[in-house]
């Protein structure tokens, strides 16, 4: 289910296309961000990530981008409860998670055991399960380092 940078952005200016969005410049900087993301960046950091190239963008735009294309399915939405979303362009469908306790870093483990423990989850309890979400929380090898 990997996808490339080039072809995740591709198929990010598509969708929104195909469902009759403007292509802005600046929606397209937004794609650009979260796809070429593997970082799980917050709404913040994709807005400072397009601030300089697009100064008048605001916040607000952000947001909605994100919200439209998390309706649509294109963006996974990582909520916490200190309400410091993340975003997964690259990767909009559920994947287990690393998330290191003290930097906030997140990173995608490459496992394949998810897919069997859902249809085992699902055999077993007669669910039909439509998603999951599977974090790992820990400190990462950075923070490991500096002791």
């Keep these: ?5 080039p072809t995740r952005y591709r198929q ?15 929606r397209l900087a937004i794609l650009r961000v979260l796809a070429e993301s593997d970082g ?3 709404a913040e950091q994709v807005f400072e990530g397009i601030r300089e190239s697009y100064p008048t963008t605001s916040l607000g735009t952000v947001y909605k981008v994100i ?16 309400d410091s979303n993340r975003y997964d362009g690259a990767k909009p469908y559920p994947h287990p998670h690393l998330i290191c306790v003290r930097c906030r870093k997140i990173m995608d483990p490459q496992v394949s ?3 069997d423990l859902t ?15 599977l974090d790992f929380y820990g400190f990462c090898p950075d ?5």
């Design 1 to 5: 289910m990997e996808t490339d940078t």
């Design 12 to 26: 990010l200016v598509e969708h929104l296309r195909t469902r009759g969005y403007r292509i802005t410049p600046q």
């Design 40 to 42: 799980h960046p917050s």
């Design 67 to 82: 919200g439209v294309l998390r309706e649509m399915g294109e963006v996974l939405e990582l909520g916490f409860a200190d």
């Design 113 to 115: 055991l998810v897919d």
């Design 119 to 133: 249809q085992e989850v699902a055999e077993r309890t007669g669910y039909h399960v439509i998603s999951h979400r």
């Design 143 to 147: 923070c490991l380092a500096e002791g």
